[in-house]
């Protein structure tokens, strides 16, 4: 993976605080290949005397990785190579890398780096490469979040929400609802996904629920299992432009969201 910017993040630490910067590997004649975003496999079957096989769809088998090498205009010495691979290569999560170059100022990869290899030449250190290993075929945006405030329980109050993700499946936001001083129920529809149907149903006043839709998990201030007042259709959007409804005791509605990006450069 070739990139034009030298300083990066990982990890919430800046690359400057090492001295090192992200290296350039071009052979010299001006054209770098490097992996893009968003590997698939199709499903399909074949059947006997049918030479075009039934499609059954698609799915990722694999994650985004690419070699990266980083280097310092000075000398590293022993013990300053030492903090860099343990700032690099000791992850046992993956966390955030975030390359400082202006058309990806909003992006984030989730990677964890594997395979180092120091650099020498003769007998001074000058670089470390290894392996970038990305948590899926994507990189995100920023995480968002946006509030909405009820002074009065909403009656079908309308949310507009534009799905920007480079993925043509669903997204699936995090989110709290803030119960009113009455409690009661709360629906989401959104009409932009065939009127599907979020529903909470006999909630406390004041109750907070915390909502993971994409892991299906829900969380109550009030240390109770939920789960029997869902209608088990967890908040999703479709790709490009969706209108929710918003209907219920509520006084505090809040969406936090990352959006997909292909990665590439």
């Not at 090492?18 to 590997?25: G, L, R």
Request: charged letters at 15%; glycine letters at 6%.
């Amino acid at each position: 993976m070739s990139f034009y910017a030298k300083s990066f993040v990982y990890d919430s630490i800046a690359s400057e605080n090492f001295n090192i910067e992200i290296a350039n590997t071009d052979s010299g004649n001006g054209i770098i290949s490097s992996p893009g975003s968003g590997k698939i496999s199709i499903l399909e079957s074949y059947i006997y005397r049918r030479p075009v096989p039934f499609f059954l769809g698609i799915h990722f088998d694999s994650r985004l990785s690419f070699p990266v090498s980083f280097f310092s205009p000075d000398e590293i010495n022993a013990l300053d190579i030492s903090y860099i691979q343990s700032w690099l290569f000791s992850k046992s999560q993956y966390k955030s890398l975030v390359i400082i170059q202006p058309d990806l100022d909003e992006t984030i990869l989730n990677c964890i780096f594997t395979d180092p290899t120091i650099l020498r030449a003769g007998n001074i250190i000058y670089g470390i490469s290894g392996l970038c290993e990305v948590n899926s075929q994507f990189a995100y945006t920023y995480p968002k979040t946006v509030t909405y405030n009820y002074s009065t329980p909403p009656s079908s109050s309308l949310i507009t929400f534009f799905n920007n993700s480079h993925y043509s499946g669903y997204l699936y936001p995090s989110m709290t609802l803030t119960m009113n001083s009455t409690g009661g129920s709360v629906t989401i529809i959104n009409a932009s996904d065939a009127d599907r149907e979020f529903t909470f149903t006999s909630l406390s006043p004041n109750e907070i629920l915390t909502i993971n839709n994409d892991l299906g998990i829900v969380t109550s201030s009030l240390n109770v299992l939920r789960i029997a007042n869902f209608n088990k259709k967890f908040l999703r959007f479709i790709p490009g432009l969706n209108q929710l409804y918003v209907t219920g005791d509520i006084s505090k509605l809040v969406l936090t969201y990352q959006f997909v990006r292909r990665f590439g450069g």
